[in-house]
Structures are given as structure tokens and as C-alpha cells.
Nanobody, 119 residues
Framework: QVRLVESGGGSVQAGGSVRLSCAVS????????MGWFRQAPGSEREGVAA????????WYVDSAKGRFTISQDNAKSMVYLQMNSLKPEDTGTYYC????????????WGQGILVTVSS
């Protein structure tokens, strides 16, 4: 059973930093793609960042480039999202997600964690 558990959210002032962590268990494939998504109030969920465990290739939504960094520690089965220079528009519920074998879609999701950025 695949399980993703996020931690590290909370409230921060604009310009501050937050580090999200995702503990991953149950994935049976050697290589997977992991991602972070967010959903702001009244908006659809959007992809924020992703990383391939095969070669470390990363992807970021334009609004996150230069401010957010996704990383992974395969030995600890952890995925991280370091968010710097946070803006109020970064507020939302952040979800960790797993795409087994970097297939067509993210199949497994965490429960989500709230990040609130105040101006």
C-alpha cells in the first residue's frame, strides 16, 4: 500500500521560507516521479514541481522557478519542497504525489498540508 505523508506546513509572512517534507512508503518500482501540487482556495489544483528519481531531472511551474527547490533523499524515502521568497499567492494546500515509473499520471496522493502566506 502506497502512503504519502506531508509535513512542515504552517503560516509564514511574505518573503519567508517553508520546507515541506513528504514521507513515502509502499512504492515498489525502482524509479518513480514525485511531485508537489497545490490548491489555492477557489482554484483548481496545479502542479508546482516534480522530480525523477531515475536521474534527478526536475520541473517547476513558472511561478516557482528561482524560488522553490524540489529534492529527494532516496535512502530515506523522502521528498522535499524548499520554498523561499514566499508570496501571498503561494497560499494553499500542498499535496505530495507519486507517479510510479514516471508513467502517464500521478496515481498516489498525500492528504495535503496547508501553507498560508500573509502579506
Amino acid at each position: 500500500q502506497v502512503r504519502l505523508v506531508e509535513s512542515g506546513g504552517g503560516s509564514v509572512q511574505a518573503g519567508g521560507s517553508v520546507r515541506l517534507s513528504c514521507a513515502v512508503s509502499g512504492l515498489t518500482y525502482r524509479y518513480n516521479c514525485m511531485g508537489w501540487f497545490r490548491q489555492a482556495p477557489g482554484s483548481e489544483r496545479e502542479g508546482v514541481a516534480a522530480i525523477s528519481s531515475r536521474d534527478g531531472t526536475t520541473w517547476y511551474v513558472d511561478s516557482a522557478k528561482g524560488r522553490f527547490t524540489i529534492s529527494q533523499d532516496n535512502a530515506k524515502s523522502m521528498v522535499y519542497l524548499q520554498m523561499n521568497s514566499l508570496k501571498p499567492e503561494d497560499t494553499g494546500t500542498y499535496y505530495c504525489a507519486a507517479n510510479p515509473r514516471c508513467g502517464n499520471q500521478f496515481e498516489y496522493w498525500g492528504q495535503g498540508i496547508l501553507v498560508t502566506v500573509s502579506s
